[in-house]
């Protein structure tokens, strides 16, 4: 039906928006088979607010992945190649001089989008890197000391690859813990790149989603339904005590030269409330944590040498936290 002129649509209720984001899944597999962590992952990284690092080897759909979902949220995306010669004003834009009326105008960058995909972010340096931070963080552009806000919603999501190290730049602790979540895309199962496979040879198009059948399912007021209904989400003083034990047992961990900072506590916590409402609940649970423990804090910790020469992984060391931690009744 067709809304009276002036008039805004109605906000969907909080029941409404979980139906509809909950159908992000099956329309996202029309384009991506086998990632539905990632894409919940996502989902959860919308309704906190929260960036994503996603890693995965090249050609498991990383760039597919944020396209789709997109489609499915009809939201504006954009991507930035990372390369070593990218300037940060190429991501935030800048101010150009017009000859024509003698003064400067801001030309904005990609970052003007709902959805930002940093595209190997770890092949830029520093300085580029770094001109991020304020778009994650504040939710704004400072360009001549005069701050642009961002269009809401906003999220970065940033890849990397997991195997290839030459020619990189691995991004530091301050940045890594802007992330809210780091989210591993594996390579398929059989059954999986069967499928794959299959749906090419049937004439499937990743440069055409409107061929694949993708439709918006849900939209902005969908998510802010659901930001206001993850915020009404309880957890009971036992969890959040749960979710700080975690955190402070990773900093006397024997194998990790950096435990998880209070942000970190805090993602986990955010994280924990809104994969408890996208599952039905208004309350958290000590599993809801532990399901959301290593996305949430695997890039916020840091191994020792020692460790790394043994061969430990930062999921084993968070594994073992989650093994020894008490888990309230």
């Known amino acids: 039906m067709t809304q009276p002129s002036g008039q805004q649509p109605p906000t969907p209720d909080r029941s409404a928006a979980l139906d509809s984001l909950q159908a992000l899944r099956t329309e996202v597999g029309k384009a991506v088979v086998g990632q539905d962590a990632a894409v919940t992952g996502l989902v959860i990284a919308l309704l906190c607010r929260g960036h994503v690092l996603l890693e995965g080897v090249p050609g498991v759909a990383k760039t597919l992945l944020v396209r789709a979902l997109a489609a499915a949220l009809s939201l504006d995306t954009k991507r930035v190649q990372f390369t070593p010669d990218l300037m940060p004003g190429d991501v935030t834009g800048s101010l150009v001089y017009d000859a024509r009326s003698g003064q400067f105008s801001f030309r904005a960058g990609p970052v003007f989008t709902n959805l930002l995909l940093a595209d190997e972010i770890n092949r830029t340096p520093p300085k580029t890197q770094a001109a991020l931070l304020e778009s994650m963080e504040e939710r704004q552009v400072s360009v001549d000391g005069e701050p642009r806000a961002l269009p809401d919603p906003f999220i970065v999501i940033a890849t990397q690859n997991p195997i290839e190290y030459e020619g990189t730049y691995p991004l530091p602790e301050a940045q890594l813990d802007r992330f809210l979540l780091k989210l591993t895309m594996p390579l398929p199962s059989r059954p999986d790149e069967m499928a794959v496979v299959t749906r090419h040879v049937e004439g499937f198009d990743p440069r055409d989603l409107a061929g694949a059948g993708i439709r918006p399912v849900a939209g902005v007021a969908?998510?802010?339904?659901?930001?206001?209904?993850?915020?009404?989400?309880?957890?009971?003083?036992?969890?959040?005590?749960?979710?700080?034990?975690?955190?402070?047992?990773?900093?006397?961990?024997?194998?990790?030269?950096?435990?998880?900072?209070?942000?970190?506590?805090?993602?986990?916590?955010?994280?924990?409330?809104?994969?408890?409402?996208?599952?039905?609940?208004?309350?958290?649970?000590?599993?809801?944590?532990?399901?959301?423990?290593?996305?949430?804090?695997?890039?916020?910790?840091?191994?020792?040498?020692?460790?790394e020469l043994e061969g430990v992984t930062t999921d084993a060391v968070l594994d073992g936290v989650l093994g020894v931690v008490p888990v309230p009744r």
């Open 222 to 307: 969908d998510l802010a339904a659901g930001r206001a209904a993850v915020r009404a989400v309880t957890i009971a003083p036992e969890v959040i005590g749960y979710v700080v034990d975690l955190a402070r047992a990773t900093r006397e961990s024997p194998s990790l030269q950096l435990g998880v900072s209070p942000r970190g506590a805090t993602a986990l916590m955010s994280a924990a409330r809104a994969w408890a409402w996208l599952s039905g609940r208004d309350y958290v649970t000590p599993d809801d944590v532990k399901a959301l423990a290593r996305p949430a804090l695997r890039h916020r910790v840091g191994l020792r040498p020692e460790a």
